[in-house]
């Protein structure tokens, strides 16, 4: 079993980064595929970006594609989400998500273990 808990959200103004933090405890954190997913409010909870368990694979949802940056050590359990040139729509919670699939999957029903979330908030 895998628990996650995330850091690093906030209020911000756009056009700033942000860095997220999801810690991972549990056995085997490598084997596990680590995905960012976010929900905004009366919105459904969309993906974000994912990663492999060895960190060889990455995939992005279109809309941070070449703001966003996921990364993994997995000597440390922790996975990090680079935000840069946030938005206003980039504002929701963000939850890290763990899948017992090594590769991961785009969808959340792919995943197995989640946080609590942490919430990030653009302003405009």
């Known amino acids: 079993q895998v628990q996650l808990v995330e850091s690093g959200g906030g209020l911000v103004q756009a056009g700033v980064s942000l860095r997220l933090s999801c810690a991972a405890s549990?056995?085997?954190?490598?084997?596990?595929?680590i995905g960012w997913f976010r929900q905004a409010p009366g919105k459904e909870r969309e993906f974000v970006a994912r990663?492999?368990?060895?960190?060889?694979?990455?995939a992005y949802a279109d809309s941070v594609k070449g703001r966003f940056t996921i990364s993994r050590d997995n000597g440390k359990n922790a996975v990090y989400l680079q935000m840069n040139s946030l938005k206003f729509e980039d504002t929701g919670v963000y939850y890290c998500?763990?899948?017992?699939?090594?590769?991961?999957?785009?969808?959340?029903?792919?995943?197995?273990?989640w946080g609590q979330g942490t919430q990030v908030t653009v302003s405009s």
């Open positions: 998500a763990a899948a017992r699939d090594s590769i991961g999957r785009n969808y959340y029903s792919a995943y197995n273990y």
């Open positions: 549990g056995r085997s954190f490598s084997t596990y595929a």
């Open positions: 990663i492999s368990g060895s960190g060889g694979i990455t």
